[in-house]
């Protein structure tokens, strides 16, 4: 009933997002950051190969990372080493395609 | 792993099933295709539950029609439409097929037949269905209520009482099946994870037992605890969900808000004790890949689940709930038997079928597992033994996961076929996966209890129910469309 009275006083009908950080959120499995610096041109091919959902490919000097495809399962971490970790970044919400697709330059074969 | 094969030519197999189809112990579970030789391969399985194993039939059929086997047992009538829209070849007599996997206007091609088109297509017949009278049919779906599946529902009414109702699954079909031929098995496991969402830890588990049954591997026993954790700790969220979803339907909106607190509870559960709040990436051949955080199964299990059952025991106590539930939805005994039905479902209707049982396996060969049942068949009964099972595999995880480990076997083997089960929190799920020299999938067959159960709902949700039980009666029943519809 406490919570109905309070609603109902204050006439908010929605909280602030976030009402407050979520630790949870911390430990869910999100899509990959990559170090530039150690991404060579093999192991974006790599990378490519290891991704079963076919969000990665290499396109010229860059890998690009469509994060529509990405379903955050972690294998390019695995294959990846220090060049990749998860970028615990999951609020991905956007009008805008395009800025889902990430174009990272590989950057240690780069002249 | 008990699974007997007999090789039978077309005309015999009629005869074998009639024979299995009227002895009681014998329960019809999966009917598919595979190719060999230029031919097409039907497999039929039987689950004999009382000598704890599973009996595979392989006839190779012509085009000219194979032997209808859903006339002696109709449950199989959901796999022989399928049957016919992979593969082409369709049941002798011209009978009528609906449309299950793949919509109307892909017809004439044949997504698991090599070359994906046959020459002489056999006739199509779709099953008529005439509205006459007073009677007509209203179309709901299949975009529904924010967060429910794809799925279109044919209801025929005359202003309340459901009539009739008839379903459309395949507005979800991913062909998944036809994506996994050619992967190498290990590649595979991320599509099947993703076949059910809901149940991907024992589909996973299924699809790695057949892989591992076709090489010839031993998981190592803390592997196989590991993925019970996994299984058991699905089973609690999804029969949490179910409950919630159930308030939903029945207006219980504070009741609906309790169960969904402790499912986000289950959720955070399953997270911290696996890294995914559905249980993705636990299982992998040969084993585990991550153990169960020991600290997070103490600490947050008890409290889930006993917030969970408080929830549900508040709703048992609530007379608009369980008047709604009661009498809504029956699936009779014998409507659970001629349907082959697994699962709760099943459970619910006297029919007391679980694999963990009735066909052992590890870790579950080493310990005893209580199987719930009802009597009543109804929504009613359903919703008992989900609260039942919630209490069972809480017990089950604590008394596995001090064994649990993450360990790997290597595979030995590449080629081979072997055929794997396990229990999802919808019942029995199957897999049956053969590999070719070259270590690459030929054939893998999904079968969620998913494309068991649906067969029932519109026996339930016909006669004696109005419109406001479907949802209920889905709810209850708690299937899922990708499942089916895969």
Redesign the interface.
């Known amino acids: 009933m406490i919570w109905f009275l309070r609603g109902l006083r204050r006439g908010v009908v929605t909280t602030r997002y976030p009402a407050h950080a979520d630790p949870w959120a911390e430990a869910l499995p999100t899509p990959p950051s990559f170090d530039p610096q150690k991404l060579t041109f093999e192991l974006a091919e790599r990378l490519a190969a290891a991704c079963p959902a076919g969000a990665l490919r290499r396109d010229g000097p860059d890998l690009v990372l469509d994060l529509a495809g990405c379903t955050g399962c972690g294998r390019c971490c695995e294959v990846g080493g220090e060049a990749v970790a998860a970028s615990g970044s999951f609020e991905l919400a956007t009008h805008d395609r395009g800025s889902l697709l990430k174009r990272i330059p590989i950057g240690a074969d780069r002249d | 792993m008990s699974v007997a094969v007999r090789r039978v030519s077309e005309s015999e197999l009629n005869q074998e099933i009639a024979a299995l189809a009227a002895n009681p112990a014998a329960r019809f579970a999966d009917l598919f295709g595979a190719h060999e030789q230029g031919r097409v391969l039907v497999r039929v399985i039987y689950a004999l539950d009382q000598e704890h194993r599973y009996l595979m039939l392989e006839a190779p059929v012509t085009d000219q029609g194979h032997p209808a086997i859903s006339d002696a047992e109709p449950a199989a009538y959901v796999e022989e439409c399928e049957l016919f829209e992979q593969f082409g070849v369709r049941p002798s007599g011209n009978r009528p097929l609906n449309r299950v996997l793949m919509p109307p206007q892909s017809e004439n091609t044949f997504p698991l037949l090599d070359g994906g088109r046959r020459a002489a297509v056999p006739r199509e017949l779709r099953a008529p269905l005439h509205v006459r009278g007073e009677a007509f049919e209203f179309p709901f779906g299949p975009v529904r209520v924010a967060g429910w599946e794809s799925l279109y529902m044919g209801l025929v009414t005359t202003g309340e009482e459901v009539l009739d109702l008839y379903l459309f699954h395949w507005h979800k079909h991913r062909g998944i099946e036809r994506r996994l031929r050619g992967l190498t098995p290990e590649?595979g496991l991320?599509?099947v994870e993703?076949t059910e969402g809901l149940s991907a830890a024992s589909t996973a588990w299924a699809y790695c037992r057949a892989v591992e049954a076709a090489a010839g591997t031993d998981v190592p026993a803390s592997a196989t605890a590991t993925r019970a954790v996994a299984a058991e700790l699905e089973r609690i969220y999804n029969h949490a969900q179910a409950i919630a979803l159930l308030c939903q339907t029945t207006g219980l909106s504070v009741g609906q808000a309790q169960a969904e607190i402790a499912l986000e509870r289950c959720l955070?559960l399953n997270?911290?004790a696996f890294?995914?709040?559905y249980l993705?990436?636990v299982v992998c051949l040969g084993g585990a890949r991550r153990a169960p955080d020991s600290a997070a199964i103490t600490s947050l299990l008890p409290a889930a689940v006993t917030e969970l059952e408080r929830a549900a025991a508040a709703l048992l106590r609530t007379n608009s709930h369980v008047d709604r539930l009661e009498t809504c939805g029956i699936v009779d005994e014998r409507t659970a038997h001629r349907l082959a039905v697994v699962g709760p479902v099943a459970r619910a209707s006297s029919v007391p079928i679980d694999c963990r049982r009735d066909h052992p396996f590890a870790p579950y060969d080493r310990t005893v597992v209580s199987v719930p049942v009802g009597t009543a068949g109804d929504v009613l009964a359903r919703m008992e033994v989900f609260v039942a099972e919630i209490r069972e595999s809480k017990r089950l995880i604590l008394e596995l996961f001090t064994e649990a480990e993450a360990e790997v076997a290597t595979l030995t083997g590449r080629d081979g076929a072997g055929f794997g089960w396990a229990e999802s929190p919808r019942g029995e799920t199957l897999a049956f996966v053969a590999v070719d020299a070259e270590g690459r999938i030929e054939r893998a067959r999904l079968r969620p209890a998913s494309v068991r159960n649906w067969r029932a709902f519109d026996d339930a949700a016909r006669a004696r129910n109005v419109f406001t039980d479907v949802p209920i009666i889905e709810a209850s029943f708690w299937q899922t469309v990708a499942g089916f519809a895969r």
């Open positions: 590649r991320f599509f993703r955070r997270l911290a890294g995914h709040r993705f990436g």
